[in-house]
Structure formats: structure tokens, C-alpha cells
């Protein structure tokens, strides 16, 4: 009955919506981290409610609050970890969801509500979780040890790079020196940022994007990516592996978040939604290889995937990792290292 109801609110949604597409199609403007959405997901929902998404790419929470800031986009929904949702809702950079649009909030799992600091999703839903770790080739470091120090071997000096996302370089050498990637402690920042600046001496570049061709192609051997993007390119070179260092790593939580200035809320909410349905879910996890926190979609996932520790993390691993967290006025500490770390020589 509960089904049948919620099938109905769905199509009749779907109806309003495109009663609204007859007169002038509606386009919605998504703005989200490349490689994170199957594309028949986007075509099915295009079909479903007659209207047009548009999507646009970033590689960093950073690069895309920059771009917002800028004025950039006519955006509608973005997709920040849960630290950056923190700061664009203390920025007033959001608005409230309706949840009574969004009937497929009920499947989420409670179990994520600790990696986010809206547990109660005023202004955010879960999206996907995944961690951070190093990506190698297997043949071509033979030598490799599940630490964050291989950054530090001069073996592979030039052939390795590290993400350019201050919270994750500066984070995974906290993690390397055995402190929280949350520490507002000088000394330990000092330490990290030496750390990192050691590495830097040794890798090719500080870069979130090209370091998937790069391994694919072997232009590099070993990289600082996300799980699912480093288990996506698994597919094209069989050499590829994906670890998690024993020092523990960052666990992200990324959310769906409607801009203040949303030109299309209502196909907002509508999308949402639709993200949640759990056999859509299950197809998009199956794709990108992240977790969407949707219990009624992890009973549709095959075996293979169920039984993927690089999507579903086990408890080891959580318990030695840790969620970025936005640490307000004290975010300029991390900001103000990874300056130093740049301007080095
Ligand atoms: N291509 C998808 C990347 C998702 C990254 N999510 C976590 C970001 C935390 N810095």
C-alpha cells in the first residue's frame, strides 16, 4: 500500500512536471564531482519527467565553492562532502529541502548520520561514501607497502602524484604521522606540512583528475585518488590495485545540497528523489563504485559488489579513518599550511 502510494506521488510528480515541459522545456544545472553519476540514470530521469539535465564537472569542494563564490553556474544541485555543506549553510548558501518531495528519504541509512554534520537532512541528502587511499600498478612497484609513506620513496621519484585538495594531501600526512586529519594542533600541522613538502620533492604533481589516465596509460605508478574512481579505472588496466593505508585515510560523505538560488527547486526535489529510488540507487552504486547510504538498494547490489571492501568499508578500516570535518575559523590553519606547501621550492 505504502508502495503503491508512493508510486502514485512519484507519477503524479512526474505529471506536474511535465505539464510544465509542454509549455517550455525545463532544464535542471547539476554541478558534481566527474565520474560520479551513471549516465543512463540522468537519460532515464530526462525520459521520466520530458526534461533536460545539464551537467558540469569539479575535482575539489574547493574548486567548486570557488566557482559558486565567483557567481559561476545557474546551478541547482551540487554535490559538497559534508565539511563543505557546513560552509555553504553557515554561508547561507542553501536552502531547506522538502522533504515531503523527497518520499524516498525513508531509505536511507542511519548509519551514515555520522558522517555528516546535518544528520536531520535540512539542508542535505546523502549522496555517496567513499574513502581516499593509493592506487598502483602492480608489476611496476613491486616493493609496495599499504603506507602513506611510499610518497617518501625516492624509487618511484616523478611517478606518483597526490591530490590537490588541501584537506586530503595535508590530511593524509597527519594520518602518515599518526595524528587526526581533524588536528588544530600547530605542532602536528607543522610536522604535516614538512612532511608534505618532503613528498612534494618526489611526486610529479599535486592533481585530482588526470591521475585516472595517468595510471591507466602508467605515465604514473602510484597515486593519492578516491576508492571508486581508482576501482572504475580497475576496468581498464587489470594491473591497477586500490589499498587504503594502514594509518587510516578520510571517509567522505558526499551530499546532494539545493542552491539558495536554484532556478528549477521543484525538478531539484524531483531528482533527489529519483537518485533514491533504491533500484536506481543500486544501479548507480554498481556503476561508480561508492556507496549511496540507501539500505533498500544495498539488498539489489550483486554479491560482487556487496562483498567489495572498497564499497562497503569494513569496520577496520572505519575504525582507523576519519571524516574531514569543518573546523570554521580554524579551517585557515589547513589553508594557510597548504600555502606554504605550494610556495615551497
Ligand atoms: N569522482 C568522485 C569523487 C568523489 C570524492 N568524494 C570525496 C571528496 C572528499 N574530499
Known amino acids: 500500500m505504502k508502495k503503491l502510494h508512493l508510486r502514485m506521488l512519484t507519477t503524479v510528480l512526474a505529471g506536474v512536471?511535465?505539464?510544465?515541459?509542454?509549455?517550455?522545456?525545463?532544464?535542471?544545472?547539476?554541478?558534481?564531482?566527474?565520474?560520479?553519476?551513471k549516465p543512463e540514470i540522468v537519460q532515464s530521469f530526462e525520459q521520466k519527467f520530458g526534461c533536460k539535465i545539464v551537467l558540469d564537472y569539479y575535482d575539489s569542494n574547493e574548486s567548486m565553492y570557488a566557482k559558486l563564490k565567483a557567481g559561476g553556474g545557474g546551478y541547482d544541485l551540487?554535490?559538497?562532502?559534508?565539511?563543505?555543506?557546513n560552509i555553504m549553510q553557515r554561508q547561507d548558501m542553501l536552502q531547506p529541502l522538502d522533504h515531503a518531495k523527497i518520499p524516498n528519504i525513508q531509505h536511507l541509512d542511519p548509519a551514515a548520520n555520522r558522517f555528516t554534520m546535518d544528520s536531520n537532512h535540512v539542508f542535505s541528502v546523502p549522496y555517496m561514501l567513499g574513502s581516499s587511499g593509493i592506487g598502483y600498478l602492480t608489476s611496476k612497484v613491486p616493493d609496495f607497502k599499504p603506507t602513506w609513506r611510499m610518497f617518501g620513496d625516492p624509487a618511484y621519484k616523478g611517478r606518483m602524484t597526490l591530490m590537490n585538495d588541501y584537506r586530503e594531501a595535508i590530511g593524509a600526512a597527519l594520518k602518515a604521522l599518526g595524528y587526526s586529519l581533524n588536528t588544530l594542533d600547530t605542532n602536528e600541522l607543522?610536522?604535516?606540512?614538512?612532511?608534505?613538502?618532503?613528498?612534494?620533492?618526489?611526486?610529479?604533481?599535486?592533481?585530482s583528475e588526470q591521475y585516472k589516465n595517468g595510471l591507466i596509460s602508467a605515465e604514473f605508478l602510484l597515486v593519492h585518488g578516491y576508492s571508486g574512481d581508482i576501482m572504475q579505472i580497475m576496468e581498464e588496466n587489470a594491473d591497477i590495485a586500490y589499498v587504503v593505508p594502514e594509518e587510516g585515510?578520510?571517509?567522505?560523505?558526499?551530499?546532494?545540497?539545493?542552491?539558495?538560488?536554484?532556478p528549477q527547486p521543484e525538478l531539484a526535489h524531483a531528482f533527489i528523489n529519483f537518485l533514491h529510488e533504491p533500484e536506481i540507487a543500486a544501479q548507480n552504486i554498481e556503476f561508480v563504485y561508492y556507496l549511496c547510504p540507501n539500505l533498500a538498494a544495498y539488498e539489489l547490489v550483486s554479491d560482487e559488489v556487496r562483498n567489495d571492501p572498497a564499497v562497503f568499508l569494513p569496520q577496520n578500516i572505519m575504525d582507523k579513518s576519519e571524516v574531514v570535518w569543518d573546523l570554521g575559523e580554524n579551517n585557515a590553519l589547513y589553508s594557510h599550511i597548504w600555502d606554504e606547501v605550494k610556495g615551497a621550492e
Open 17 to 37: 512536471l511535465m505539464l510544465g515541459c509542454a509549455k517550455k522545456p525545463l532544464t535542471l544545472h547539476v554541478f558534481i564531482w566527474s565520474d560520479y553519476i
Open 78 to 85: 551540487v554535490f559538497p562532502s559534508s565539511y563543505m555543506v
Open 190 to 207: 607543522v610536522q604535516a606540512r614538512d612532511l608534505l613538502i618532503q613528498w612534494k620533492a618526489n611526486i610529479a604533481k599535486f592533481e
Open 249 to 262: 585515510t578520510s571517509v567522505a560523505l558526499d551530499e546532494i545540497v539545493l542552491l539558495k538560488q536554484a
